[in-house]
């Protein structure tokens, strides 16, 4: 690439190419007289050339679309939309010395500055940079002497931990501070890579001028994987010489960019999409590092939107690596940014080396901490020098994790009584304005209950069924004090994996997966999974033939709230052939699972169906295979106090030790899902309709009201789950007003559905519209199978935390 050394404080010598690029996005109001005109696309080439040229850059190649002019530049890029202005710059050039005259340019064509916003990530050689660019605080001072005459003074943020990696810095402002600019189909994607592989970066040297490389820069585009990223991409890219390359891609009125520098002493490569729809933006990230191989990885998501898909979800972590930590930022004048940091795993690891973070709540203001990194290689299979009763983290390396999951994310309560969290529940609606319907999550709740099953369940590492609740804290927490996790879908595991949850702590199972689900799960390295036909065996050997499986055979309580076992699992005939066809494909079976369906209520099940596991268990050794682990599934029933789990634990324990005493060495994994998640959540809905149907006895009267959650969100437990759902209001009767009348009373949902039902015929006292109805116990198959039926949106997207000290 061009280095330009046109500024009188350069070194005699650079010790590298500054690949980090300066970023400005301006957007302005259009012409009031002339709305309808080219706008900014009037401004002329030597008007650019101006503009260029102050930036101590030059256009060196350009394509136009009906919707924009996009340039290459020989330090990166310039995109011009009738009301927006895009510049980016690498190296030592002063991007921000152009802003003052591009406004004055823009005067002519009676155009306004509506909104401006400055992002960069971290110099590699900030000693070199010249002025306006010797440090964040020189650079907001000149943004804001440049554009203060025409709108407010803006705020700046620094995300990201300077000392492990690189930083993201932004500064944004806007002209109206009550009604900011808001684009909401606009969402940016930067991805920022350092470290690249080096025979990656080959492909970007001139092979004529270098004598390795690309011969020009279609080779280059085409060999190296990034025409595949943008299939549908008109492309126009540039190999410099002796080494560099650049390209834009325009695709309606979306825009991306990448720009490397190969020399392998400063290695960087950043790659931009803006504009593009939410399926594009989910994999570029993976795609990009699939490239490059970067051993850095940031990734930063912004909107003028916070509503927006940036804040909605996650990027799909980037194979051989794994997330270090997530930062989100709202601006205060519109939108906002989330910020990625992620690193390659060395193949000798293959896991994450770090207790996840959750991403933050919308309703919370701190920022995630980094991960911790306990140092060891903790897989699921592998015997660590130091390892914890649950197989996993060092003991006081889990007690902090899980410390900081809980401050950032909970209030504290006294105790989980009616009592406290109503009070909690009344300051939540006050504090966030909540008028319709919101969860509140109690991880105290969670934590007790891992308290229980590491006590009546020592030798059962649990899994948790992402299933049944996926709220982000919930995951998080249960990461941190060492849980594995039972997914039975892509996404599924990519939340978890979000989380930096290594794939060893996980388990695919699900018996029948889709093939590209089986390729999903093989890119992530999810090896652990479970088969229970002829025909999932012959996918798993065709797609992901590395895997390592456990047979699941049928073993049903026939009075679970769930029965699985006509859908799952194999019968005790077909053991054998299928534990020989395993053999025949030379599949590594590794273990026997079952599970006898979810909210099991016969204490016997789970050891009966141990007992059969244990003959299956035989046939898979006598035929050759080194069985190693016991899947005994899920069943396990809720409740705050553990109860359930200290009726049937005895025997489960029993069981175990009977049929697979301890040493064998046997790994006992489990799937609980309900146990943890059921009690954790209350529910709280406002009530917007209500109706009297009058009787002949007045007393007689009954009363229906309505409220913004029914049947097709989180009540479809009611359907699924066969549950049992109790309201009370909020507030609580005072202990005076017990004696208040009670009412029989039908709660309806909000569809026209006749069916959307919550209670029917309970009794409750008289409500009137805007007072709130309290549901306990919401945690599990609630929220996580929500629909938007009939145009109602699911709630689950309203939840706050607390953590309450005892129950």
């Known amino acids: 690439m061009t280095v330009h050394l046109a500024y009188n404080d350069a070194p005699d010598t650079l010790p590298g190419f500054e690949g980090s690029e300066k970023r400005i996005e301006i957007d302005f109001y259009p012409s009031p007289q002339q709305p309808a005109t080219g706008g900014l696309r009037q401004l002329s080439k030597d008007q650019l050339d101006e503009l260029m040229t102050l930036a101590e850059c030059e256009i060196v190649s ?45 005067s002519t064509l009676d155009m306004r500055l509506r909104r401006f916003k400055f992002t960069r990530a971290s110099y590699k050689y900030p000693q070199v940079q010249p002025a306006p660019h010797q440090s964040f605080e020189q650079e907001v001072d000149t943004i804001e002497k ?40 606009r969402v940016t994607v930067e991805v920022c890579m350092t470290e690249l592989k080096e025979e990656k970066a080959e492909a970007f040297y001139h092979l004529e001028a270098s004598g390795k490389g690309s011969t020009d820069a279609y080779a280059a585009t085409t060999n190296s994987g990034i025409s595949a990223i943008f299939p549908r991409t008109k492309i126009d890219d540039f190999l410099f010489e002796p080494c560099g390359y650049s390209m834009n891609g325009l695709q309606d009125d979306a825009f991306s960019t990448i720009h490397i520098t190969p020399e392998p002493e400063f290695s960087y490569a950043s790659v931009e999409l803006c504009g593009y729809s939410s399926d594009d933006l989910q994999s570029v990230v993976a795609d990009a590092a699939a490239v490059f191989k970067p051993g850095q990885l940031v990734v930063s998501m912004s909107s003028a939107d916070a509503t927006s898909f940036a804040f909605e979800s996650s990027p799909l972590t980037p194979s051989d690596m794994y997330l270090i930590d997530v930062t989100k930022q709202f601006f ?71 410390s900081t999951v809980i401050e950032r994310y909970c209030q504290q309560l006294p105790s989980s009584s009616d009592k406290d969290m109503d009070i909690f529940l009344r300051s939540a609606i006050e504090k966030h304005g909540f008028d319709e319907v919101f969860y509140a999550v109690d991880l105290g709740v969670v934590y007790r209950m891992w308290q229980s099953w590491v006590k009546n369940l020592p030798r059962v590492e649990p899994f948790y069924a992402v299933k049944c609740f996926g709220d982000k804290a919930v995951l998080a927490l249960l990461a941190a004090m060492g849980a594995g996790f039972d997914c039975a879908s892509p996404a599924e595991m990519e939340s978890v994996l979000s989380l930096g949850v290594g794939p060893e702590r996980i388990v695919y199972a699900n018996p029948c997966k889709k093939i590209k689900h089986l390729k999903y799960a093989q890119d ?156 954790c959540a209350t529910l709280c809905a406002n009530v917007f309709g209500k109706r009297v149907r009058q009787s002949a006895e007045p007393h007689l009267d009954t009363h229906a009201y309505w409220i913004p959650d029914g049947l097709y969100s989180s009540f479809n437990c009611l359907l699924y789950d066969h549950a049992t759902v109790t309201a009370r209001p909020l507030p609580m009767v005072d202990e005076e007003k017990k004696s208040v009348k009670l009412w029989q009373s039908t709660v309806f949902g909000p569809t026209c559905d006749g069916l959307d039902q919550v209670l029917r015929s309970v009794p409750l006292p008289e409500l009137e519209t805007g007072d709130w109805l309290v549901f306990k116990n919401m945690g599990a198959y609630t929220a996580c199978a929500g629909s938007n039926f009939n145009g109602f949106e699911s709630p689950s997207a309203n939840t706050v935390y607390v953590f309450s000290e005892q129950q």
């Open 62 to 106: 350009e394509r136009h679309s009906f919707d924009f002019d996009a340039y290459v530049l020989s330090e990166s890029s310039l995109f011009v939309y009738p009301t927006k202005f895009v510049l980016k710059t690498c190296g030592t050039t002063r991007l921000l010395n152009c802003v003052k005259k591009l406004i004055d340019m823009t």
């Open 332 to 402: 205060s004048c519109g939108g906002g940014v989330v910020f990625y940091r992620y690193a390659s795993v060395g193949p000798e690891e293959q896991i994450c080396k770090g207790v996840p973070v959750p991403i933050e709540d919308k309703f919370s203001c701190s920022t995630p901490p980094q991960c911790y990194e306990p140092g060891h290689n903790m897989g699921l299979f592998q015997e660590p020098e130091e390892k914890d009763q649950l197989g996993g983290l060092q003991p006081a390396l889990k007690q902090s994790a899980t």
């Open 524 to 679: 992530k390295r999810v090896g652990l999974m479970t088969f229970d036909t002829e025909a999932e065996l012959r996918k798993i050997a065709l797609h992901f033939p590395a895997a390592q499986i456990m047979l699941r055979i049928r073993a049903d309580d026939p009075a679970a709230r769930c029965p699985l076992g006509d859908k799952y699992g194999a019968e005790e005939c077909e053991v054998e052939k299928l534990i020989l066809l395993a053999r025949e494909l030379d599949l590594d079976l590794m273990g026997i699972s079952f599970h006898v369906g979810s909210g099991a209520t016969d204490p016997s099940s789970i050891p009966r169906a141990i007992s059969v596991a244990k003959n299956a268990f035989l046939c898979g050794s006598q035929l050759g295979f080194h069985m190693k682990v016991l899947d005994i599934g899920g069943g396990f029933s809720g409740g705050a106090d553990g109860v359930a789990l200290e009726t049937v634990a005895s025997s489960i324990n029993t069981a175990l030790e009977t049929h697979f005493p301890a040493v064998e060495g046997v790994k006992i994994i489990s799937e609980p899902g309900r146990f943890f998640a059921e009690a």
């Open 146 to 185: 440049s554009i203060g005459d025409h709108v407010p003074p803006g705020c700046s943020y620094t995300l990201g931990d300077g000392r492990q990696g690189l930083q993201w810095f932004v500064y944004v402002t806007d002209a109206d501070r009550i009604n900011p600019y808001m684009d909401r189909s």
